[in-house]
């Protein structure tokens, strides 16, 4: 993912390749309920086996779209039973009801990840540039903390990782420079 951060889409694509085919599959997908019916489906019977959601603290626009990425909810979360509880604790990440950040989960490592991408760090349509939105304006680079944010997000996966971004305006671009570097799109149902 770093490649495509930094704009190496061809790059991203052929180790994107390499990946998939070491069994590490990275998929997009714009529906938040297909993500979560995917790991959950892929783990049913796997009790040692840790998913759950990452989201941006500063992406604007997935509260309304299920992920609680706000700071009152993310300050709620007891970090220690979100990543060691039994899955079937109301408590674990397994859940995917309660949403840890790029600041909970730096250090930390899911076997799948769902990684809610938000309005805060956009693909700008034919400009092939990444923009940032609701940076911090203290910050010396506030575009450079979104880039780094997502950087964190996305190497949370030990296994893989599930990208959701909305379906909704201005995300379009975003979702397909992803699958332009190799991310597997889809849609998924449960069998």
Same mark, same amino acid.
């Given at each position: 993912?770093?490649?495509?951060?930094?704009?190496?889409?061809?790059?991203?694509?052929?180790?994107?390749?390499?990946?998939? &085919?070491?069994?590490?599959?990275?998929?997009?997908?714009?529906?938040?309920?297909?993500?979560?019916?995917?790991?959950?489906?892929?783990?049913?019977?796997?009790?040692?086996?840790?998913?759950? *959601?990452? &989201?941006?603290?500063? &992406?604007?626009?997935?509260?309304?779209? !299920?992920?609680?990425?706000?700071?009152?909810?993310?300050?709620?979360?007891?970090?220690?039973?979100?990543?060691?509880?039994?899955?079937?604790?109301?408590?674990?990440?397994?859940? *995917?009801?309660?949403?840890?950040?790029?600041?909970?989960?730096?250090?930390?490592?899911?076997?799948?990840?769902?990684? &809610?991408?938000?309005?805060? *760090?956009?693909?700008?349509?034919?400009? !092939?540039?990444?923009?940032?939105? #609701? !940076?911090?304006?203290?910050?010396?680079?506030?575009?450079?903390?979104?880039?780094?944010? #997502?950087?964190?997000?996305?190497?949370?996966?030990? !296994?893989?990782?599930?990208?959701?971004?909305?379906?909704?305006?201005?995300?379009?671009?975003?979702?397909?420079? *992803?699958?332009?570097?190799?991310?597997?799109?889809?849609? #998924?149902?449960?069998?």
């Amino acid at each position: 993912m770093d490649c495509v951060l930094r704009g190496e889409i061809d790059k991203a694509r052929g180790l994107a390749g390499s990946l998939q &085919a070491d069994h590490y599959p990275i998929y997009v997908t714009r529906l938040l309920e297909s993500a979560k019916l995917y790991v959950q489906h892929k783990y049913r019977d796997f009790a040692d086996k840790c998913y759950g *959601l990452l &989201a941006s603290s500063k &992406a604007g626009n997935l509260a309304k779209r !299920g992920v609680a990425n706000d700071y009152g909810s993310t300050k709620r979360v007891r970090k220690g039973p979100w990543y060691a509880d039994h899955p079937s604790s109301r408590k674990s990440c397994c859940q *995917l009801s309660e949403v840890v950040t790029e600041f909970c989960c730096k250090g930390l490592e899911l076997d799948l990840p769902v990684v &809610a991408w938000g309005d805060d *760090l956009v693909r700008e349509t034919g400009q !092939g540039r990444w923009s940032s939105r #609701y !940076g911090d304006k203290r910050a010396r680079d506030a575009h450079r903390l979104r880039v780094n944010s #997502y950087r964190v997000l996305s190497t949370r996966g030990r !296994g893989g990782m599930v990208v959701y971004v909305p379906e909704e305006s201005g995300t379009e671009s975003t979702a397909a420079v *992803l699958v332009r570097a190799g991310a597997l799109e889809f849609e #998924y149902a449960k069998k």
